[in-house]
Nanobody, 117 residues
Framework: QVQLVESGGGLVQPGGSLRLSCVTS????????MSWYRQAPGKERELVAR????????LYADSVKGRFTISRDNAKNTAYLQMNSLQPADTAVYFC??????????WGQGTQVTVSS
């Protein structure tokens, strides 16, 4: 059974930091690229960051470049999103996604991030 379990969300003040984790099981982690998406109320889900199957290839949404860092630990089947200098506009539900080279997609249940003073 495929599982992606996000954690690390919460309430943080503007300028603060959070680290999201996505612990996975039930599929071959190192054959899947890993991504973080987010969805704010009334908005479409958007890609935040992606890391390729082999460590080194990353991409980021323009809105988070220089503030967020995506990483993965293939030994732990876990992906991470380090979020610094958080802004109210970063408030959203954050979802973890695994995408396989044959087109299969797996999603987590999401974790809420709220940036507010």
């Amino acid at each position: 059974q495929v599982q992606l379990v996000e954690s690390g969300g919460g309430l943080v003040q503007p300028g603060g930091s959070l680290r999201l984790s996505c612990v996975t099981s039930g599929f071959t982690f190192n054959t899947h690229s890993m991504s973080w998406y987010r969805q704010a109320p009334g908005k479409e889900r958007e890609l935040v960051a992606r890391i390729s199957r082999t460590v080194g290839g990353t991409l980021y949404a323009d809105s988070v470049k220089g503030r967020f860092t995506i990483s993965r630990d293939n030994a732990k089947n876990t992906a991470y999103l380090q979020m610094n200098s958080l802004q109210p506009a970063d408030t959203a539900v954050y979802f973890c996604n695994a995408h396989g080279r044959f087109g299969n997609d797996y999603w987590g249940q999401g974790t809420q991030v709220t940036v507010s003073s």
